[in-house]
C-alpha cells in the first residue's frame, strides 16, 4: 500500500522560511515523479511543484517560481519542498502526491494518483 | 494555456446518479485527464484516467459505480446509486510537459 506521510507544516511569519518533507512508502520510490499541491482554505487544489524521479528535472507554478525548490533524496524515500519569502497567501494545506509513471522524463502519465493527508502551512504577517 | 472547466456545484438523489462534467479549452480537447475526489478532512483520491475515446482505467479499490466518458473536449464522470459518503468534492486534473492543471472543482451534495 502506497503511503505518504508530509511534515514540518507550521506557524511562521510572512517573510519567513520553511521546509516540508515527504517520506513515502509502498512503492519504488525513485521510478516515480513526485508532485506537489495545496489548497487554501476555501479554495480548491493549486499545483506548487512537480520533480521527476532523478532529481534533475523540476517544474513550478508561477506562484511560487523562485521562492520554493522541491528536491528529492531517493536514498532516503523522501521528497521535499523548501518554501522561502513566504506570503500570507501561502497559507493552505500542503499535500505530497505520487505521480501515475515518470512524465518529467518520458514516462507514463502525470495522473495524480496517489496523495498524503496534508500539512497545514500557515503564514501570518 | 490548458484551461479544465468544471461547474461549481452539483446534486442528486440518493440512490440515484449523477454526471458531473469537465471540458477541456479547444486547443487541449483531446487530453488525458484524471478525476479525484476530495472529502472533507482527508487527502484527494485518485478516481480513474479518462481519455478522449471514453477509456478510463481505475485503480483497485475503486467502486465499479464511477465510471467515466468523453465527448469531443467534455469529461464526464457519472456515479450511480449515489451514497452519502459520495458527497464530496470532485476535481479533473490534466497535465502539459510543464504544468499541471486542476479545475476549479464542483461540490457534490447528495440529497
Known amino acids: 500500500e502506497v503511503q505518504l506521510l508530509e511534515s514540518g507544516g507550521t506557524l511562521v511569519q510572512s517573510g519567513g522560511s520553511l521546509r516540508l518533507s515527504c517520506t513515502a512508502s509502498?512503492?519504488?520510490?525513485?521510478?516515480?515523479?513526485m508532485t506537489w499541491v495545496r489548497q487554501a482554505p476555501g479554495k480548491g487544489l493549486e499545483w506548487v511543484s512537480t520533480?521527476?524521479?532523478?532529481?534533475?528535472?523540476?517544474i513550478y507554478g508561477d506562484s511560487v517560481k523562485g521562492r520554493f525548490t522541491i528536491s528529492r533524496d531517493n536514498s532516503m524515500n523522501t521528497v521535499f519542498l523548501e518554501m522561502s519569502s513566504l506570503r500570507v497567501d501561502d497559507t493552505a494545506i500542503y499535500y505530497c502526491?505520487?505521480?501515475?509513471?515518470?512524465?518529467?522524463?518520458?514516462?507514463?502519465?502525470?495522473?495524480?494518483?496517489?496523495w498524503g493527508q496534508g500539512s497545514l502551512v500557515t503564514v501570518f504577517s | 494555456q490548458l484551461v479544465l472547466t468544471q461547474p461549481p456545484s452539483a446534486s442528486a438523489s440518493l440512490g440515484g446518479s449523477v454526471k458531473l462534467t469537465c471540458t477541456l479549452s479547444?486547443?487541449?480537447?483531446?487530453?488525458?485527464i484524471s478525476w479525484l475526489q476530495h472529502l472533507p478532512d482527508k487527502g484527494p483520491r485518485f478516481l480513474m484516467r479518462?481519455?478522449?475515446?471514453?477509456?478510463?482505467l481505475k485503480p483497485d479499490g475503486i467502486p465499479d459505480r464511477f465510471s467515466g466518458s468523453s465527448s469531443g473536449a467534455d469529461r464526464y464522470l457519472t456515479i450511480s446509486s449515489l451514497q452519502p459518503e459520495d458527497e464530496a468534492d470532485y476535481y479533473c486534473?490534466?497535465?502539459?510537459?510543464?504544468?499541471?492543471?486542476f479545475g476549479g472543482g464542483t461540490k457534490l451534495t447528495v440529497l
Open positions: 479518462l481519455d478522449g475515446h471514453g477509456t478510463h
Open positions: 520533480i521527476a524521479a532523478n532529481g534533475v528535472t523540476t
Open positions: 486534473q490534466s497535465w502539459t510537459a510543464d504544468r499541471r492543471f
Open positions: 502526491v505520487k505521480e501515475g509513471g515518470n512524465a518529467l522524463q518520458g514516462s507514463g502519465y502525470a495522473t495524480l494518483a496517489s
Open positions: 479547444s486547443d487541449h480537447s483531446d487530453y488525458v
Open positions: 509502498g512503492f519504488f520510490f525513485s521510478s516515480y515523479s
